[in-house]
């Protein structure tokens, strides 16, 4: 009887999604906390954001060889687990300082993954299809 692996073992793509997702939380959550020096340190974390961004579209573009399409949907779905992942944690925030959660912030586990992973899609499908294109050129 043949082995079965994990799906995580047959899917790559799976647990580089969600490494990624954790990058951005850990990102998120990190780098706003200095009181001092904030524009530095929120450029900083952009710059740290994108690395995890163009580390995942070169995973999965010359490590996985997967099409545009599918490099720029597993990145666009690694940013929505970080934006859902921040925005859980900022509602757990609120309740721990506050004690209540207002209702709006159940439109954040919706609003923040939707408008961060659409532009994300939209700019690894392009960084992708250029990839693509320049391998097919130097061959």
């Known amino acids: 009887m043949p082995e079965t692996l994990?799906?995580?073992?047959?899917?790559?793509w799976i647990r580089a999604a969600l490494l990624a997702g954790?990058?951005?939380?850990?990102?998120?959550r990190l780098f706003p906390n200095p009181v001092t020096r904030v524009h530095f340190w929120r450029?900083?974390?952009w710059l740290v954001s994108?690395?995890?961004?163009?580390?995942?579209?070169?995973y999965e573009h010359f490590r996985l060889r997967h099409s545009p399409r599918a490099t720029a949907?597993?990145?666009?779905?690694?940013?929505?687990i970080g934006a859902?992942?921040?925005a859980v944690a900022g509602a757990v925030h609120k309740v721990?300082?506050?004690?209540?959660?207002?209702p709006r912030w159940l439109?954040?586990?919706?609003?923040?993954?939707?408008?961060?992973?659409?532009?994300?899609?939209l700019v690894a499908l392009v960084a992708a299809a250029v990839l693509t294109r320049f391998d097919h050129a130097t061959q």
């Open 6 to 12: 994990p799906v995580s073992d047959r899917q790559p």
């Open 22 to 28: 954790a990058a951005y939380l850990i990102v998120g």
């Open 43 to 45: 450029l900083a974390a």
């Open 50 to 58: 994108g690395a995890v961004f163009a580390a995942h579209i070169g």
């Open 73 to 80: 949907s597993h990145a666009a779905l690694a940013v929505a």
């Open 84 to 86: 859902l992942a921040l």
């Open 96 to 102: 721990m300082t506050t004690s209540a959660l207002e």
């Open 107 to 121: 439109l954040a586990f919706i609003l923040w993954p939707a408008f961060t992973a659409v532009p994300a899609f």
